[in-house]
């Protein structure tokens, strides 16, 4: 079993009335949480009920409002209860119907979750305005993931971990870089199995999520253009450039960039600018969820290929997971000179620019770009990324840190 951090924030939210929802792609964990929440309740001595929409006996239970309930209240009693239902994109307006129901009043608490499908990700949160928390689950972490591989012995130790084993960490950063997160690959042991597992998740997501799901036609093009943005990560895109590639029509290749987003699949990350003039101000980037996912659509079978834009992509999601904590958001610097940024996190007012080298650096190395950014912006601190060097410079009044990614992990860092 693989631990979850969100297992018990999620805890933490069972004794609020509202929805408890749980998003993320497919074969994340979302079920095998969902399993673990009921588990804890019920070593609580609290009543609880599962329903599974991928379950065709479970189904005919949603078929009205009225006939889920008399089945809640047949198995939980009218005192309460928890009441979990799993793959909820199944139900055909399902926004309605739960919104339906929790107006009701009625003494159970919902545990809801599904697939980033465009059903679930619009109309169910639009359906459910003020009713709902989401909690999206991610594939698995990669701090998650370090403390799966060393049995949990350095759970509260972890940056004594990086800083001892340093070849042991190497081994682990390199096979979450090539196989990414998602559980079952995690836990299979050959490479082999992780890649037939990798075949499979993508296959099913094209298969069903888009073809099914979102009534897309052409699955072809569809699965060409992740195999497009899987090539081109952290890079700038030309839609009339991979149009003509795909074969779609432009409008047609935003639609499927939406639907990748919306299915967790692309994170778009925007421009930061102040000056349109000398900034590029439109033209957005894309990073993989996952990155096994990543690397299996580019064809990289087991080997870790374009490993700087992998590491670039891997501390994206480690600056991601940091920005939700902290409700800050993240873009890129790019301008017209060619001056560049690889990420800027903004908090508030404040901005802080990050550059990553996949590199142990030997002296601390300040690219143009974060000189030029600094000259222009002025932040109290920077951060250089690499692999092992840790040292603090000053240029003018910023504070510029250059550390290894795993100090990404700590609550000091942003």
């Known amino acids: 079993m693989i631990k979850r951090k969100l297992l018990e924030e999620i805890k933490r939210h069972l004794n609020k009335r509202e ?45 009205s409002q009225s006939k889920l309930i008399k089945k809640i209240e047949l198995e939980l009693g009218k005192q309460g209860g928890f009441v979990f239902i799993d793959e909820i994109q199944r139900k055909e307006d399902a926004g309605l119907f739960l919104k339906g129901i929790y107006d009701m009043n009625l003494p159970y608490k919902f545990i809801v979750s599904g697939s980033g499908s465009v059903e679930l990700k619009e109309r169910i949160q639009e359906s459910l305005v003020g009713r709902k928390r989401i909690f999206e689950l991610s594939t698995v972490t990669f701090e998650e993931f370090i403390n799966h591989k060393t049995s949990y012995r350095y759970e509260d130790r972890l940056l004594d971990f990086f800083e001892t084993e340093k070849t042991k960490v190497e081994e682990l950063l390199e096979e979450y870089l090539i196989f990414g997160g998602y559980p079952r ?3 299979e042991e050959t490479k082999r199995e992780k890649l037939v597992i990798l075949n499979e998740i993508f296959q099913s997501y094209i298969e069903r999520d888009i073809s099914y799901l979102l009534r897309v036609q052409k699955t072809s093009a569809f699965s060409n253009l992740v195999k497009i943005l899987a ?68 064809g990289s079978f087991g080997v870790l290929q374009d490993a700087g834009f992998v590491f670039e992509n891997f501390i994206f999601n480690l600056l991601k997971e940091k920005a939700r904590q902290n409700f800050a958001k993240i873009y890129f610097w790019r301008t017209k000179d060619k001056s560049e940024v690889d990420f800027v996190v903004e908090i508030g007012n404040e901005v802080i620019p990050v550059e990553v080298k996949y590199i142990r650096l030997a002296k601390p190395e300040v690219t143009r770009g974060m000189r030029s950014f600094i000259e222009r912006y002025k932040p109290k601190k920077a951060f250089i990324v690499n692999l092992e060097l840790e040292s603090i410079l000053c240029s003018n009044s910023t ?10 992990l700590t609550d000091c860092f942003l």
């Open 19 to 63: 929805i408890t929802f749980i998003v993320g792609p497919r074969q994340a964990g979302k079920t095998t949480l969902m399993l673990m929440l009921k588990e804890f309740l019920e070593r609580e001595g609290k009543k609880t009920l599962f329903f599974n929409l991928d379950i065709e006996y479970d189904k005919e239970f949603f078929t």
């Open 185 to 187: 690959v995690i836990l």
């Open 231 to 298: 090539s081109q990560i952290g890079q700038l895109i030309n839609l009339s450039e991979i149009s003509n590639t795909v074969g779609i029509s432009v409008k047609t290749l935003k639609d499927y960039l939406w639907y990748l987003e919306k299915t967790f699949i692309i994170e778009r990350v925007s421009p930061f600018f102040r000056n349109v003039r000398k900034e590029i101000s439109k033209t957005p980037i894309f990073y993989f969820y996952d990155l096994g996912l990543r690397n299996f659509a580019v």
């Open 399 to 408: 504070k510029l840190y250059v550390v290894p990614y795993y100090k990404l």
